[in-house]
């Protein structure tokens, strides 16, 4: 059978529709490029906030009345976890299933023996490729409907299993290994192995063969010092770390029940930037979460400023049937959460590009992502790629005059900031 899968989401959601993309191949389907040669479509969803749930339904109406004769189109991922009923409501869609469903998937398409394991590797490898080293979170947030979805137990690889994946996506041309998981620093805690991710690193270090290492996810609190000490003194390891925060005031944080001791967290930050001057820190921010007053956002505000991330994202606060935040009085006006949140992007933007400036007269490496044959409009050729201090899909890019091919690493010279992007030069 040809097939084709459809994304929507996270980078965890690509390492599922990798998993159901390995289960299928193994039992004889193979993957096209253009969905109208396909015999089966398979739309996987997102279904973490309300718009997330809005595109995935958008999608699958779409799929749904753009299928071709005798093309089956089928929904799984989290949207169809838990809005089941309005998923097969569409007219058009063939099947439902929930996360997780590698095999019933490959059952559906007329396989037998797929395998159900957390390594997650891609079928097709580029520059970049993500490892998922462990899924289900057993923090007790009170916004978030992630551990109703995924589980409310941590669920850690294997070490072993896991350099295996890593070496499989080396030799299928991937320089960079992206960890990936609900909580990175999770990794190992249902074992009581509270440095587990940093032997992992330094296993995936020593044997995998990748160029690059990069770690997202990691929970306020859990960077231990001897994840810092791996993730400082491994040259693999990129000095770049992603850091959910979610808030700044300590009294939001106790509403959402995140860590809020906040001279825990700049504690934290001081030891990231006093053990690597040149680390590249990112986090997530929520405006307008229940009971949020215009002084809990100055604060916000104040630490966002004072912290000076180098990448930095925000939501506006929606809330999630299920989760006890939804059930909170005082919820924020629609039009005084897209005011906060502008605000606070124009705020965060201002960091990012003063953060930027400083790398103007750097030579970093940069791993190349672009085709050949890219030319600025006067001609001179042109290549883009990224640096330690870019994550794949979520910052920016740096631009560079010269030439190389996707998946190369070359050393560039940094000339102007742009925003979230760089501007740069190759150096022979």
Not at 228 to 243: G, K, R
Request: proline share 5%; glycine share 8%.
């Amino acid at each position: 059978m040809r097939y084709q899968i459809v994304t929507l989401g996270c980078p965890k959601n690509t390492t599922d529709s990798d998993r159901i993309a390995r289960t299928l191949e193994r039992q004889g389907h193979r993957a096209v490029e253009r969905r109208v040669d396909a015999d089966l479509v398979i739309l996987n969803t997102c279904g973490f906030i309300d718009d997330a749930r809005e595109e995935s339904r958008q999608a699958a109406e779409i799929l749904a009345a753009e299928r071709q004769p005798d093309q089956q189109v089928i929904v799984t991922g989290c949207w169809s976890q838990i809005e089941r009923e309005q998923v097969i409501e569409i007219d058009g869609i063939d099947a439902t299933f929930g996360i997780e469903a590698w095999q019933e998937i490959a059952e559906h398409a007329g396989a037998v023996e797929a395998e159900r394991d957390i390594p997650e590797t891609s079928i097709g490898v580029g520059p970049s490729a993500y490892l998922k080293i462990s899924d289900g979170c057993a923090r007790p947030c009170t916004f978030c409907n992630i551990p109703g979805i995924k589980g409310r137990q941590f669920r850690s690889a294997q070490p072993d299993a896991l350099v295996s994946e890593a070496r499989e996506l080396v030799v299928r041309g991937a320089r960079e290994i992206v960890l990936v998981a609900q909580d990175s620093t999770a990794y190992g805690a249902e074992w009581g192995d509270a440095n587990g991710l940093a032997r992992l690193i330094e296993r995936l270090a020593a044997e995998s063969g990748a160029d690059w290492l990069r770690l997202m996810y990691a929970y306020p609190g859990f960077v231990t010092p001897s994840l810092v000490e791996v993730i400082a003194n491994t040259p693999q390891v990129c000095h770049y770390l992603d850091i959910p925060l979610q808030h700044g005031s300590p009294t939001v944080l106790r509403r959402m029940k995140r860590p809020h001791n906040m001279s825990m967290v700049r504690g934290t930050l001081d030891r990231l930037r006093t053990a690597m001057p040149d680390i590249a820190i990112r986090t997530t921010f929520i405006v307008g979460f229940p009971g949020e007053t215009e002084s809990e956002f100055g604060e916000l505000l104040d630490f966002a400023a004072e912290a000076e991330f180098d990448r930095a994202g925000a939501f506006v606060y929606s809330p999630q049937q299920g989760t006890p935040a939804a059930d909170m009085t005082d919820q924020i006006a629609e039009s005084t959460k897209q005011r906060r949140h502008e605000e606070l992007m124009a705020l965060l933007a201002d960091v990012s590009a003063r953060k930027n400036e400083r790398q103007v007269g750097r030579r970093l490496s940069m791993l190349v992502e672009s085709e050949p044959g890219q030319t600025t409009e006067d001609g001179d050729p042109i290549i883009a790629g990224r640096t330690y201090r870019e994550a794949a899909e979520v910052d920016g890019l740096v631009f560079a005059l010269g030439e190389a091919n996707p998946g190369e690493f070359v050393d560039v010279e940094v000339l102007e900031a742009m925003g979230h992007d760089l501007w740069a030069e190759v150096i022979d």
